[in-house]
């Protein structure tokens, strides 16, 4: 399948979901869904999965529906998860801990390669085999280990100083937890992720009912 050169940013949102539904339903030995049925699963309608696909290229056949192998397969690729990407996380307090003690992410292809911190009582010690290290060797390290990634759980006055350090050191993505959006060069990803954004909307519906 090929990527279509202007995926909106709303499919893209939509494309972990389906990642996700599908692997599930793959482990679980299903072999083939109907995009009815993965519409009632996922609470969208089959046309917006139709036309979520159809950026792509379109998958499946009329009257047989969807190959949950292939279609898993071929999103995996559309997300780029058929790669294996290094990481580092900067900031090795509570959440940075956390995002390391989780094997999630290395079962898909993320490898988290070290942490850095300023704090001397942490740095030395491992998290699940994952050093911390000396925030002033980040860049030689990041220039020594083909990181592709890099993890933002300092202090939102740090936050921006620490990206711009993995930025000129030729990191091109980066995964943001501290709570401002951080400015990057248009060559490199950001993704921001604010936990209390979704609580927040949580507050909000818990009102509304
Ligand atoms: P924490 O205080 O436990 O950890 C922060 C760590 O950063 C400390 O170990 C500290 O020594 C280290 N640090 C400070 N300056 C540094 C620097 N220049 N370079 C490297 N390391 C440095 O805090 P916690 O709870 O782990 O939160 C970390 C960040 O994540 C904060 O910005 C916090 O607001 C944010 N956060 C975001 C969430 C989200 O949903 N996005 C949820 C929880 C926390």
Known sequence: MQKSNKVSEAVIRRLPKYYRYLKDMEKNGVQRISSREL???????ASQIRQDFNCFGGFGQQGYGYNVSELCNEIRKILGLHKNYNVIIAGAGNLGQALASYVGFERECFTI?????????LIGLSIRGIQILDIDTMRDFIIN????????????N????????MVECGIKSIWNFAPIDVGTPDNVAVENVHLSDSLYTLAYKMNEI
Do not use: R, W, Y
């Open 39 to 45: 519409s009632d699963k996922m609470g969208l309608t």
């Open 158 to 165: 740090k936050a921006q100083e620490v990206t711009d350090a």
């Open 113 to 121: 390669k070290a942490m850095f911190d300023v704090n001397p009582k």
């Open 145 to 156: 280990n083909d990181i592709h990634v890099g993890v933002v759980c300092v202090p939102k």
